[in-house]
């Protein structure tokens, strides 16, 4: 499930799932580059996701995770948003 809202200057994008949940040791290195708990992963993904969140001024966090699912909450400033909506070729 995917929900989206502003708060201040900020949209926050709310990221979930109902999967098992992430075992301790994935967590640990959930955003460390090359490491992944998943066979054939590279251990990128979320690592260079965080890295983009960033480099807009927002950030992507673990906000909670068990086994009635998992959840990330991607922070980026509103204007990011807005600019890129307004670029859209099919805008």
Request: no cysteine.
């Amino acid at each position: 499930m995917i929900s989206v809202w502003r708060t201040g200057r900020s949209t926050v994008m709310d990221i979930s799932d109902d999967g098992p949940g992430l075992s301790e040791s994935a967590r640990a290195g959930l955003f460390i580059p090359f490491q992944s708990s998943s066979r054939g992963s590279t251990g990128l993904g979320l690592s260079i996701a965080r890295d983009i969140a960033f480099a807009h001024g927002g950030n992507l966090k673990l906000s909670r995770s068990s086994e009635a699912g998992t959840e990330f909450l991607l922070r980026l400033p509103y204007h990011v948003i807005h600019d890129t909506i307004k670029k859209r070729w099919w805008h």
